[in-house]
């Protein structure tokens, strides 16, 4: 029987990507956590509860680990953060102000952070940014020097980001990228996946995706005249893996929610309709 392991990987001076031993369908090769930070440190995104990534995240430490950050509340992102607390001492950072969402896990936060906090760490200075979206509560963060973006799971490499109402949500989704758009970016630390390098294709192409989705569903909706999500979702992902057809009828449902926003549909007696239907 083999046994995971965490993989770690220098990426710059001061920042160490541990990948965790979580790999699916849903996480694809595991959740990312980043060490940064080259005098004090912080753990971004623990991942699981395993004591043999948890180690590798204190090794990898450039100094005291002075805090864990949260992207954001799903489990395979906080697993880890109350026993790494305990071994390390550091507190749990999290977006403030938050009630749990549908698909969070229980997190116990000491301090938190929000729009605009600033973490200095040696020669690496972070900032938090609150882009909602894939959650209501998700952060990502922002060498500002080093033009990093260490994106949680605004953005993936080579998979498209699930947004899963209530707590997620299309149209704040599109507004965080718009302002990740205009912002110096040089290099995208994905909560999922390899680096991404070239952040103006990437942000443009999820764009155009989503964009591209929506007018599918509101197309959808006019063939059938009424229909569920669940019933769309089955034409526009016909051969998708059969774990993912719950999670694929949530994102045509934040699809719809977004339509009624803007006006080109509403909620029916048996599903939705659109606007002049």
Same mark, same amino acid.
């Given at each position: 029987?083999?046994?995971?392991? @965490?993989?770690?990987?220098?990426?710059?001076?001061?920042? #160490?990507?541990?990948?965790? &031993?979580?790999?699916?369908?849903?996480?694809?090769?595991?959740?990312? @956590?980043?060490?940064?930070?080259?005098?004090?440190?912080?753990?971004?995104?623990?991942?699981?509860? *395993?004591?043999?990534?948890?180690?590798?995240?204190?090794?990898?430490?450039?100094?005291?680990?002075?805090?864990?950050?949260?992207?954001?509340?799903?489990?395979?992102?906080?697993?880890?953060?109350?026993?790494?607390?305990?071994?390390?001492?550091?507190?749990?950072?999290?977006?403030?102000?938050?009630?749990?969402?549908?698909? +969070?896990? &229980?997190?116990?936060?000491?301090? &938190?952070?929000?729009?605009? +906090?600033?973490?200095?760490?040696?020669?690496?200075? %972070?900032?938090?940014?609150? #882009?909602?979206?894939?959650? $209501? *509560?998700?952060?990502?963060?922002?060498?500002?020097?080093?033009?990093? %973006?260490?994106?949680? +799971?605004?953005?993936?490499?080579?998979?498209?980001?699930? =947004?899963?109402?209530?707590?997620?949500?299309?149209?704040?989704? %599109? *507004?965080? %990228?718009?302002?990740?758009?205009?912002?110096? !970016?040089?290099? !995208?630390?994905?909560?999922?996946?390899?680096?991404?390098?070239?952040?103006?294709?990437?942000?443009?192409?999820?764009?155009?995706?989503?964009?591209?989705?929506?007018?599918?569903?509101?197309?959808?909706?006019?063939?059938?005249?009424?229909?569920?999500?669940?019933?769309?979702?089955?034409?526009?992902?016909?051969?998708?893996? &059969?774990?993912?057809?719950?999670?694929?009828?949530?994102?045509?449902?934040?699809?719809? =929610?977004?339509?009624?926003?803007?006006?080109? $549909?509403?909620?029916?007696?048996?599903?939705?309709? #659109?606007?002049? #239907?």
């Amino acid at each position: 029987m083999s046994v995971l392991t @965490s993989q770690s990987c220098l990426l710059a001076p001061g920042i #160490t990507r541990i990948t965790a &031993p979580n790999p699916g369908p849903m996480t694809g090769p595991g959740t990312n @956590s980043y060490v940064v930070g080259t005098g004090p440190c912080v753990v971004i995104d623990p991942g699981v509860d *395993d004591a043999g990534h948890l180690a590798a995240l204190e090794a990898a430490a450039q100094g005291a680990i002075c805090a864990i950050i949260i992207t954001h509340r799903h489990p395979d992102h906080v697993g880890g953060a109350a026993e790494l607390a305990r071994r390390t001492g550091a507190p749990i950072r999290a977006f403030g102000y938050h009630n749990d969402g549908a698909y +969070d896990a &229980p997190l116990s936060v000491d301090q &938190p952070l929000v729009e605009g +906090d600033m973490l200095a760490l040696g020669d690496i200075n %972070l900032e938090a940014l609150h #882009t909602p979206g894939h959650a $209501a *509560d998700h952060l990502c963060l922002y060498a500002r020097e080093a033009r990093w %973006l260490f994106a949680g +799971d605004t953005v993936m490499a080579d998979v498209t980001v699930v =947004i899963l109402p209530p707590d997620g949500s299309m149209t704040a989704y %599109l *507004d965080s %990228l718009a302002r990740l758009q205009a912002m110096s !970016i040089d290099t !995208i630390a994905p909560g999922h996946g390899h680096l991404l390098d070239d952040p103006a294709a990437t942000f443009a192409h999820i764009v155009d995706h989503r964009l591209t989705r929506e007018a599918q569903v509101l197309d959808a909706l006019g063939v059938a005249g009424e229909a569920d999500a669940a019933a769309i979702a089955a034409g526009l992902y016909p051969d998708l893996d &059969p774990r993912l057809i719950g999670m694929a009828a949530k994102q045509v449902e934040a699809h719809l =929610i977004r339509l009624v926003e803007l006006g080109q $549909a509403r909620r029916s007696s048996a599903g939705w309709v #659109t606007a002049t #239907t």
